[in-house]
């Protein structure tokens, strides 16, 4: 999926051209200072990519099971007590 580059003034001036191409599955790459700095997606890519995005993040479950297994029991500190003066 090849994406068309446009600087920010191009886009700015050519707006409806950058949504128009977008929108047909062309994302447009907006650059800033000779840097790229946005991208222009259609709707339907952008919520195929949201899907892609939630489908790879782990569930509650799986995050609670890849916590380290242990017996429960707490080692206590060995602590002398202190003294208090009033």
């Known amino acids: 999926m090849a994406s068309e580059v ?3 003034q191009d886009a ?3 707006f409806s051209a950058v949504v128009n191409a977008a929108m047909a599955g062309r ?3 907006v650059t800033r ?3 790229p ?3 222009v997606l259609g709707v ?3 919520e195929r990519l949201r899907r892609l995005e939630r489908s ?3 569930s509650m479950v799986e995050l609670l099971l890849e916590l380290p297994q242990d017996d429960g029991s707490i080692e206590r500190a060995e602590l002398e007590p202190r003294h208090w003066e009033e």
Do not use: D, F, H, M
Request: aromatic share 10%.
């Open 6 to 8: 446009w600087t920010l």
């Open 12 to 14: 700015k001036n050519c």
């Open 27 to 29: 994302p447009q790459l």
């Open 33 to 35: 200072r000779g840097k």
């Open 37 to 39: 700095a946005t991208v």
């Open 44 to 46: 339907e890519e952008y």
């Open 56 to 58: 790879n993040q782990p």
